[in-house]
């Protein structure tokens, strides 16, 4: 029997990943790109064009791929997801970071990275990549994360710990986690929050909807917008008078936050777009006077 081939191990997946209808197909050429991630992951480096695979990864390959093409997240596969630069834990029960978010944290990088004693909150903080990316550029800050589930801060907190990084993790409510010496201190608060309207959920790709808790893709509301009006009303006790909230929306919403922020009475308020794809929306306002 013939043995298979990286690159043909790689095709077939492809093939596989690209006919099921539990993925959603937004990306092109990222069904390729999890083909080879899955076969790396195999291998335990990265997979040559013609390198030929013994029986035994070939067949643990496509078992792999078979679990993706159901839909379970190539992050919940592995285990680990890179956010830039740093292999994340990732784990059923928690989020999983986007890599659209390495966007949100580097608008809060820049902002930080020119004060003398920086303070940055990430809020629904998840499993910590946004504030332990921040922790890693800008290893002068003081950086704490805020979650309302315990799984959630757990793995925050066991990512910190396995990757070096000083930030601090607490269960809680948007801005009840945080200590409250840090009222009127914090220079910039992060937040992904979940967006989508409560009635729109089951619409969801079953890659999301079936392997994400239910409370980080909507907040419950009709409109998708009830956390970002809590963090608009909550957030400028905790800011410092120059201090900015950067709020990371789905592009079609970014209008809707921008309107939250400025009749909040945020300052600047402005959608910059980015990340890798140039589509990411981070809505950016400045504490109100």
């Known amino acids: 029997m013939r043995r298979v081939n990286a690159h043909e191990a790689i095709g ?12 959603d ?14 076969l790396g992951f195999v291998l335990g480096e990265e997979p040559l064009g013609g390198q030929e695979l013994p029986e035994r990864a070939r067949r643990s390959f496509m078992e792999l791929v078979e679990r993706r093409a159901s839909g379970e997240p190539v992050a919940l596969i592995t285990g680990s997801i890179e956010f830039l630069g740093l292999d994340v834990l990732a ?21 930080l990275k020119g004060r003398k004693r920086p303070i940055h909150a990430d809020i629904a903080t998840g499993s910590g990549a946004v504030a332990l990316a921040v922790a890693d550029r800008v ?17 925050a907190r066991r990512n910190a710990k396995r990757l070096g990084l000083k930030a601090s993790f607490a269960r809680g409510d948007l801005f009840a986690g945080l200590p409250d010496a840090l009222e009127g201190s914090v220079d910039v608060i992060t937040i992904h929050p979940p ?14 909807r079936a392997f994400e808790p239910t409370h980080t893709l909507t907040d419950g509301s009709l409109d998708g917008m009830e956390l970002v009006r809590r963090t608009a009303e909550e957030g400028p006790a905790w800011l410092t008078k120059q201090g900015w909230v950067l709020v990371e929306a789905d592009p079609d919403a970014a209008r809707d936050v921008k309107r939250v922020l400025v009749r909040a009475g945020f300052r600047g308020v402005a959608s910059t777009k980015g990340g890798e794809l140039k589509v990411t929306r981070v809505v950016v306002g400045r504490r109100p006077r």
Do not use: C, N
């Open 195 to 208: 967006y989508v309207p409560v009635d729109e959920v089951e619409d969801l790709p079953d890659e999301v």
């Open 25 to 38: 197909h937004w990306q092109k050429g990222r069904e390729r790109i999890e083909s080879e991630e899955l």
């Open 91 to 111: 784990e059923a029960g928690v989020f999983i970071p986007r890599h659209s978010s390495e966007f949100l944290a580097i608008q809060a990088i820049r902002r």
């Open 12 to 23: 077939s997946g492809e093939k596989i990943l690209r006919a099921s209808p539990a993925i």
């Open 139 to 155: 290893p002068r800050a003081g950086v704490y994360g805020t979650d309302m589930a315990a799984d959630a801060v757990k793995l």
